[in-house]
């Protein structure tokens, strides 16, 4: 070292130092020679942060890998770091290989399922000597087990994804192995909170920052920022992969699984319901950020047959599969769950019901709504729940409404008003009001309308339930636009949508649209109203709103009668 240091001392160099992790315990004999050089530099590359004084860290992360969600055109594709290795490498073992349209997609979603990793990337190009993209789609779907033959000046850890893991994780302490292993259960990112409540034990004499730090500190975790500034960490897809190999080899992965499904079923039931709004877009994030995790409780709970506690899940999140656009994954797994708890009495079974039935009802399922609606409601009468048989009764009345039903629909929103009054719940109570003026509108009746509306209204205002308020408001929207009072209902709308923007509930920002362009339809403006009609569309085909779609394409068509083009309106 002292010999070393002599030489270096006047010397204007960089040194270069590759793979240092092998050799971490050495990391204070690079301090000592940036002392007695004062003109050295040193590079260093290695899975560990070395922490020296003065040591500047560049995290070199994953190539950049295309937006399945919107394909750049080819030459752009083409550009992007991923393709590019992927593309270059094919082309070393097969000679002709080509990015086309036609294998665009597929080699982006190759580069996607690959999370962007050189190697891995390198190992799965190397195959496509022997599968076309399409077949190797599949192959990749198993990113450990890919593997080159073997090479005389390929290192064995660089021959296969798993050598090259395996080499990181046997690096690792005993007890980050463990940790390690059992993070493997999340899905799509955790918190702090949630390492702490589902690995607590590991190493309990440290702290589970610090033990997630060191985790970050060997690449074996990633991690970023919430919106409130709190860390939140992810695991590569291949690592985690791994990882769960690992739990299983340990023996832990049902343990490991059940204190995951345990700690989500808990968050869900603990933010439920949503909170006093305007937080209602903090709720709704935060279950979104956690989707992920919430799903793989969901399915786990089916999969253990615990039933019950699947209810509890589903009738704490269907709101969010209302709202943020799942309508189409949240009916599929009500009518699972449903099929599954056959016989249960119970009250987490009735709110699914009703989750299940207003999810119909976005579907345009009314009779299947209702069916729900009515289970719910019977189920709600044999427990003596009077809130979940008010609100059963609710869903059954605005089906009926839907249906044309219009004296059903009167009398199950009568029957829920003295429940709800006797259970002296004012937002249900303004609920009763809010359908009872919809029932009336329908019918006809619109003084009578206003007055249960804006009642409603008034109540929703005292509550500070702004998507209530905005509710309210698009109904007496309806009354003004029936009335042929179009500036009043385009008023009334507006501040419906502005509302609904504000809370990021999609299906009803593309509903609002439309009925805001119904209203300059009424006044002549049928160039706007065609921009807002379209507008909407697009929202709903994202959403995969089949109501809305129905409801946007008849009022295209309508308007294209009015401009005298029959061939397109009937076409619509």
Known sequence: VELLKRSLRDKQMLLVLDNFEQVIAAA????ELLTAAPDLKILVTSQAVLHLYGEYEFNVPPLAVPDLNDLPPLENLANLPAVALFVSRAQAVTGNFQLTNENA???AEICVRLEGIPLALELAAARSKLFAPHALLTEVSHRLTLSVQKSADVMPRHQTLRNAVAWSYHLLEPDEQALFAQLGVFVGGFTLEAADAVCAGKNPEVPMLEQLASLVDKSMLQHGRRENGAPRFFMLETLREYALEQLEALGQTQAARRQHWTYYLHLVESIEPPPKE???PTWMKQLEEEYDNIRAALKWSLEQDEVEAALRIAGAVWKLWQIHGHVEEGAEWTRIILSRSRGHISEAR???????GW???????????RGYFEEGAAISRKAGNKRYLGLSLHGIGAVARGQGDFESSRAAFDESLPL???LGNTEDIAWTFEHLGATAMEQGDFDQAILYLSQALKLFQELQQNWACAEALTFLGHVALQQRDYALAQKRYEAALAIYQELEDKPNVATMNSYVGATLFGRGDYERAIDLYKESLLLARDLKDYWGLTWGVERLAEVAEKLGQLDRAARL
């Open 359 to 369: 999810l119909g009802m976005v579907k345009g399922n009314l009779d299947q709504s």
């Open 350 to 356: 009735a709110k699914v019901l009703w989750g299940a």
């Open 420 to 422: 709800f009054q006797d």
């Open 278 to 280: 305007p937080d209602l």
């Open 28 to 31: 204070p004999l690079l301090g």
């Open 105 to 107: 997609r597929i080699l």
